[in-house]
């Protein structure tokens, strides 16, 4: 059986190029992770979802257990069947959503006890409890339980944090066992101090791991900061192994990302902006909405392959999407995650060429010169 690995291929400044190995398939790296939060993309099929170019799909961890319960996927013969996704499924360890979704959350050294915020049912995950719930998912990469220190935070308050994660960590690895072909994931926490990240890394590779993430990021700290973080904190990890940004973003924000040396990310901004009428192109973001798209025969982005850009109109698409037609949802969303996707593939193509700063570089001067709509 194939073993989880990693092959760095190419590197041009810390931008790097490489190849994840799984049992259920490579991913190209840099990566993008489409969301796939209760066993679906929404509007797309997972074979449309292929497709676009993704290698890997993200579950969730928090809303599974919720609902169907990880006990009946597990019994339905686990995620991928569950969902029909053959390829890798990375799942979340339920920490952000812990922090962001539930009520009376109460947090102590065993773990997280709080209130569903579908039914009010009151449930508890602790390190332990989150592998379990992730191996009986069946997921490839699994992410160790951490809490998703809020921003702002006072630097006491993100030091004790970052220092509970550390210890859960530790727990994380010694339940999650001796699992071949399938992957850990350790977080590096430490809010925006350095310090915490440099004490952060050193335990998480103390502990050891198969991939390392760089968790508590994009929310609420503004790029700037994020990427003033990310100009050191992926250096503190190990060169051999994934480094994953999590929740990470925008456009922008991958391309900023990709230069400051992550391998991994994900988002569910190009399939939730689909949903909303928020169209991705190289040229910047369009609002389908607006009233000037109604009488205009042009695709979304004339450069783009996808089946909303070959067959549709602007104009088709905003009938649809006023309409509250299921179709603008599946066509938008197509085509919002085949942006991403050729987004990826040209950065990893740059760096194999040693041409990532000129990729770049054409890539600000599209969106400074594209029309950017407002939402």
């Not at 009151?122 to 339980?145: N, Y």
């Not at 970052?162 to 699992?179: E, L, N, P, V, Y």
């Not at 929740?247 to 922008?252: M, Q, R």
């Not at 109109?313 to 309409?323: D, G, P």
Request: with cysteine; proline share 5%; glycine share 10%.
């Amino acid at each position: 059986m194939t073993q989880f690995s990693f092959d760095l291929h190419s590197t041009d400044g810390k931008a790097r190029t490489g190849i994840i190995h799984t049992p259920r398939g490579d991913i190209r790296t840099p990566a993008f992770m489409p969301v796939g939060t209760a066993a679906t993309v929404k509007a797309m099929l997972p074979k449309n979802v292929r497709a676009t170019g993704a290698d890997i799909l993200l579950g969730n961890t928090y809303h599974l257990m919720l609902r169907p319960t990880a006990e009946r996927i597990a019994n339905l013969g686990g995620l991928h069947r569950f969902m029909n996704w053959e390829r890798p499924i990375l799942t979340d360890s339920g920490g952000f959503q812990v922090m962001s979704l539930s009520d009376l959350r109460k947090m102590s050294e065993q773990g997280v006890t709080f209130k569903s915020h579908i039914d009010g049912s009151l449930h508890e995950i602790t390190p332990e409890r989150s592998m379990e719930i992730q191996r009986l998912l069946g997921s490839d990469i699994v992410m160790c339980f951490d809490e998703c220190t809020p921003h702002p935070a006072p630097e006491d308050v993100a030091l004790k944090s970052m220092r509970m994660s550390m210890r859960w960590a530790h727990r994380s690895r010694d339940a999650f066992g001796d699992r071949p072909g399938h992957a850990l994931f350790g977080i590096q926490q430490g809010s925006v101090f350095r310090d915490q990240r440099e004490e952060s890394a050193e335990a998480l590779k103390a502990i050891g791991f198969e991939g390392y993430a760089v968790g508590g990021l994009a929310v609420g700290e503004g790029q700037e900061t994020m990427f003033q973080v990310l100009d050191y904190a992926p250096n503190m990890l190990p060169a051999d192994k994934p480094r994953y940004l999590m929740g990470v973003g925008k456009p922008d924000d991958l391309v900023g990302g990709v230069k400051r040396g992550i391998d991994m990310f994900d988002c569910v901004l190009p399939s939730r902006s689909g949903r909303t009428g928020q169209i991705f192109t190289r040229h910047g973001v369009l609002n389908i909405k607006n009233a000037r798209h109604k009488d205009d025969p042009r695709p979304l982005d004339e450069a783009c392959t996808c089946p909303a850009c070959r067959s549709y109109s602007r104009a088709y698409l905003h009938h649809v999407f006023k309409a509250q037609e299921i179709i603008a949802s599946m066509l938008m969303t197509w085509h919002n995650l085949h942006y991403y996707q050729e987004l990826m593939a040209g950065m990893r193509d740059a760096i194999a060429a040693g041409t990532f700063d000129a990729f770049e570089s054409q890539f600000r001067a599209q969106r400074a010169q594209g029309d950017i709509e407002p939402l």
